[in-house]
């Protein structure tokens, strides 16, 4: 029971940090406002407003009663009230009025009501309380005559609601804004905090990020900011050794081959070469690999141009590109263009033709590569993805390396954090499926 309701509970709440730390500092406020203006409108204003009322009404009682016993002194009765309650009293033998001037929904006109219906009875009693703006028109039917009062408005309600309800919201909606805008500059380093994270985990190298916010959060970004200087060290590390350990080695086997190209026994020279130029390859292949994560700055990359540039370099009619929107996404241009062309290139070498199809979807970019080669089992789709694995059947996407074609390609795409994954094309071939968020 109580999971489902944390369920619903967590559905219902909003994902944000900002908008829940809102609802945290709101809705105390909003609250305490609703429960001030609930105990203040009926336990005072209510009860002060039936008061003042009653104490009118018992006044236009007293009055009807002094009339019927004494009409002579009508004109006595007139003035007193007109200069000491600014009363204005009329007698008339006009019709009763048949349709009700009340609001139905005012608490004033409510309150009048109970208060006429209880001094003179259903029917006898007519008044409105808006064709006037500072006074209340009351009439009162008493044997055949009607007489008729108009009375200021104060003395029917004490106070304005309008008015208690402005002083009441006013300063609700500002220590509400107040807290706007300290909750905006207090979760305004976390977010900065998680683009510089997100970019620092798409290879981007971060270094224009400066920590700032609660000593909490400036803590995290300082140790972020530490972290990352800490790995890309390692990696310039990595690669400044891979590049010490790529001219050592092929030092000495250029030795060997100029050694081999001396011997006299042509089949063993061509057997050592062959396993030399081999070497090569996977010393070259190895330090393409590494290179993946070496340092290049993102930009902004329009895809449709990136492949026009691929297309011409490769140059070759089997190649076909189709775009259908231009989509703008931020990458490393490089090492994309990389992965791509490897793709490419292994379609061409183990096909006749590599058709590619750009499409844009609601937040990402689809790549769809497809070509009419001999294709992948479908039980080594993960396998080939592995770093050096190579297919000894069918078909190898390096044929000439060490099987870390798919590697590079991975890496490259999930580090622009978007996904690879492999099919059967619709020309019974291999198809890759590229998807980059942009």
């Keep these: 029971m109580f999971s489902g309701l944390n369920r619903i509970i967590k559905i219902i709440l909003p994902k944000r940090l900002f908008y829940r730390a809102l609802i945290i500092v709101a809705a105390p406020t909003i609250i305490l406002q609703f429960i001030i203006t609930i105990v203040f409108f009926d336990s005072i204003w209510i009860k002060a407003n039936k008061n003042t009322t009653r104490a009118l009404v018992a006044q236009l009682k007293t009055i009807e009663d002094i009339y019927k016993n004494d009409k002579n002194n009508l004109d006595f009765l007139t003035d007193s009230y007109n200069n000491n309650f600014n ?71 004490t106070s304005s609601v309008r008015l208690f309800v402005l002083w009441t919201t006013l300063p609700s909606i500002l220590l509400i804004v107040i807290a706007l805008i300290f ?94 130029d081999e070497m090569e390859k996977m010393l070259n292949d190895y330090l393409q690999f590494a290179k993946t994560q070496a340092q290049e700055g993102t930009e902004k990359i329009e895809l449709k141009k990136l492949f026009d540039e691929i297309k011409f370099r490769i140059n070759n009619e089997n190649l076909k590109v189709s775009s259908e929107d231009s989509i703008i996404l931020e990458g490393r241009p490089l090492a994309l263009k990389r992965s791509f062309e490897n793709i490419i290139q292994n379609g061409l070498t183990y096909g006749q033709k590599v058709i590619v199809k750009i499409k844009k979807t609601s937040n990402r970019a689809l790549i769809n590569f497809e070509d009419d080669g ?65």
Aim: net charge positive; proline share 4%.
């Design 87 to 157: 009363f204005e009293i009329g007698i008339d033998k006009k019709d009763f009025p048949k349709i009700s001037g009340e609001r139905r929904f005012s608490p004033m006109d409510r309150s009048l009501r109970r208060e006429l219906k209880s001094a003179f009875g259903n029917n006898n009693y007519w008044f409105s309380t808006s064709k006037y703006k500072n006074a209340v028109e009351i009439k009162i039917k008493s044997e055949n005559e009607v007489i008729e009062f108009l009375v200021p408005k104060e003395m029917v309600s």
């Design 183 to 276: 909750l905006k500059n207090q979760t305004r380093p976390l977010v900065k905090l998680a683009k510089a994270a997100e970019r620092f985990g798409k290879g981007d190298y971060v270094n224009d990020f400066r920590p700032s916010g609660a000593q909490e959060i400036r803590k995290a970004a300082y140790e972020f900011d530490r972290m990352a200087k800490r790995i890309n060290r390692h990696l310039n590390q990595r690669s400044e050794m891979l590049s010490g350990i790529s001219h050592d080695l092929r030092t000495p086997l250029t030795r060997l081959k100029l050694q081999l190209a001396m011997i006299d026994q042509k089949d063993l020279s061509k057997n050592m070469s062959k396993d030399i």
């Design 374 to 438: 001999p294709g992948i089992p479908e039980d080594q789709y993960k396998n080939v993805f592995k770093p050096f694995f190579r297919l000894d059947k069918s078909r190898s996407l390096n044929h000439s390396g060490v099987g870390l074609g798919l590697a590079i390609v991975e890496d490259v795409i999930n580090s622009h954090g978007g996904s690879i994954q492999l099919g059967k094309s619709e020309n019974k071939g291999l198809q890759v499926k590229i998807f980059l968020p942009f």
